[in-house]
């Protein structure tokens, strides 16, 4: 048998399913039985009524997952460590002492942050669903924690609010810079349609004739009538693009997140046979950072959906 039956059946056994970010190699993609932006997985792991979730992504993810889902058994078949950048990029210790400092602030926490972190925050979100969030809440000031560059982004479209950024972001998105599309555009023609993530800096964003979340990338190359496409984001995208259009033409600069390669079909199985891996987090951490990542899923929709 080969390894992708020998998983397909496993799975069966144990009333497991397997999600995988788009960001994740490709054959772990092909084997996972959902792949999605960092939002969708969140919920779909939430609503499944697996047993067990073998989550492929990197670390906060298959936190969250156990965190929306303690009764569920989590497995990270990922053996050495694959956290985002940004779980190192604020503390709880931080948070509270500026919470301290200025009671009216309310703290939106980006999912890309550590448990730690989410334990001391009113409501996590993700890129695709931050919007509404902050636009659902009852405050007019967030202190929005770690991505400086998703809360410019998100200043710019409600500009109603106060937005305070922490200084962090994604070390991989932010270190586009617009002299990097002027090259890409350069040589590959200056017809190309950019779509940008909004962890890349405002100055790229602004030469971007659209920005959002991966799965927001993804539906807006997937209904463009245009042909051909500057995708800035991390290249693992490129799998489903050209699974999705197959007569359309991707370029990507070279941004790679090690971290979300750390997980083969082969630690696949052997997580799925010997449950290596598991997310174990202790009781108050599931409990406090549960609210967070609970109150996204409930702050998630549009106003008076
Ligand atoms: P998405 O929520 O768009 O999937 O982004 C997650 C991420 O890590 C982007 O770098
Ligand atoms: Fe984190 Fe950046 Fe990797 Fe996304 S691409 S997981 S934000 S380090």
């Known amino acids: 048998m080969d390894i992708i039956e020998k998983i397909k059946k496993l799975k069966k056994e144990k009333n497991a399913i397997i999600l995988a970010h788009y960001y994740q190699r490709a054959d772990v993609q092909d084997i996972a039985d959902h792949v999605g932006d960092s939002f969708y997985l969140a919920q779909v792991g939430k609503k499944s009524d ?7 992504g990197v670390r906060f993810m298959a936190e969250s997952a156990k965190i929306l889902s303690p009764e569920k058994t989590v497995l990270f078949p990922c053996y050495t460590e694959a956290p985002c950048c940004m779980e190192y990029m604020a503390s709880p210790e931080e948070i509270l002492q500026y919470k301290a400092a200025h009671p009216d602030v309310k703290v939106v926490t980006y999912v890309n942050s550590s448990s730690a972190v989410k ?4 409501v996590c979100c993700t890129s695709s669903s931050v919007e509404n969030i902050i636009d659902n809440l009852d405050t007019e000031k967030i202190l929005f924690v770690p991505d400086k560059n998703l809360a410019s982004y998100v200043q710019e479209q409600i500009p109603h609010k106060k937005i305070i950024p922490w200084d962090g972001c994604c070390n991989i998105h932010d270190a586009v810079r617009p002299s990097d599309i002027e090259r890409a555009l350069e040589k590959n023609g200056r017809d190309l349609v950019i779509a940008a993530h909004p962890e890349c800096r405002k100055d790229v964003r602004d030469m971007a004739h659209y920005t959002g979340s991966t799965s927001g ?3 807006y190359i997937n209904e463009s009538s245009s042909e051909r496409f500057l995708v800035v984001t991390e290249k693992g995208i490129s799998h489903q693009l050209k699974k999705d259009n197959p007569n359309k033409e991707f370029f990507f600069l070279p941004m790679l997140c090690r971290a979300m390669k750390k997980i083969f079909p082969e630690t696949i199985l052997e997580s799925l046979e010997t449950m290596k891996g598991e997310v174990v ?6 409990k406090e950072a ?16």
């Open 217 to 219: 990338i993804l539906t």
């Open 290 to 305: 549960g609210k967070a990542l609970n109150n996204m899923l409930l702050f998630s929709k549009k106003r008076g959906e």
């Open 119 to 122: 334990t001391v925050s009113d």
């Open 50 to 56: 697996a047993d067990i979730i073998v989550f492929c």
């Open 281 to 286: 987090l202790d009781e108050e951490t599931i």
